[in-house]
Structures are given as C-alpha cells and as structure tokens.
C-alpha cells in the first residue's frame, strides 16, 4: 500500500535536515564552524562535503571543504570570485557573481527535499502539498465540516 500524505503550508513542515545541502551554511574556507553536510553526485561521480580521513593536512581530515573547494572540485571555481555579491535573489540562472549563487544554483542543492519528505518518500509513501490560500481544496475541511454538521443534527451538547 502506498499512503499519499497531504500536508498545508505550515512553515513547520518546511525544515531542512542538518545535513542538507544548503550553500548558506558553507563557509567560503576549508573547516571552521560549519555543518557536516552529506555527500552527493556530480557528474555522475561521489563528492564528499568533507576531507577524506588520510587527508595530507592533518587539520583537515573529515573537516567541511568549504565552497571553493566544492566549486574547484567541480571545475567551475573562477578567481575573483567573492564569496557573496550581496544580493538576495536567488532565482539567478547561471550565475558568475559570487562562489554563493554558483554553488546555490547547483542542480544537487537545488534538488534538496524537506526533511518531511525525505522521511516520509524514504518509506515510499507520497507527499503532496496543498496550494497556498486555497484551503477549498483541503480535503481535511470537509471531513470537519461534516463531523460538525453531524454532531450539530445529532448531538444536544448536554
Ligand atoms: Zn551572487
């Protein structure tokens, strides 16, 4: 059996889990205080978030790459990037401002999924979303709206 799990829009079902892939918590350099994120594929091959265990640079072993390294990896690191343009807008296509919207608009990090999903598609049930402001299509009213009318005929609230 396959359940389909339908769900509003409560910004409580919209977390991340800590290991997502989100160019916003990378620093620029190598380790420091950052998540450990999870590896992914690019170009059909494993890339790790982080220094293998028999690093050369001690210091670095399993320690987050950064975004530059990420981007060096991937072949698309350009000097005189910046870490970040300063600009909010994320729906840039093919960006070249700063190592941040580089790495953002990677098909991985764009592909990251709610950690409601993750669970929940790991099991592989369904999840669909209703539309923002249309609570008509939310089948959960209409069960309410019948059990209410149910009881208002039927019970005496006594
Ligand atoms: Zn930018």
Known sequence: MVAVIAFDNSSSYAKLADD?????????????????MRDTIFNEQVQSMVFPANYPNENLREKPKGM?????ERGLWGSGLKGFCGNKEVSIENPRCCVYHVLAAQEDFLNQKLILQEVIEGLEHKVIFYLKFHCE??????????????????CNYT
Do not use: D, E
């Not at 997502?20 to 918590?25: E, F």
């Not at 530059?68 to 060096?72: A, C, F, H, P, S």
């Not at 299509?137 to 005929?153: D, E, F, G, P, V």
């Open 68 to 72: 530059r390294v990420i981007l060096q």
């Open 137 to 154: 299509l939310n089948y959960i009213k209409m069960y309410w709206r019948a059990s209410k009318r149910y009881t208002w005929q039927h």
């Open 20 to 36: 997502t892939l989100n160019a916003a918590y990378i620093n620029f350099n190598p380790g420091g205080k950052q998540p450990i």
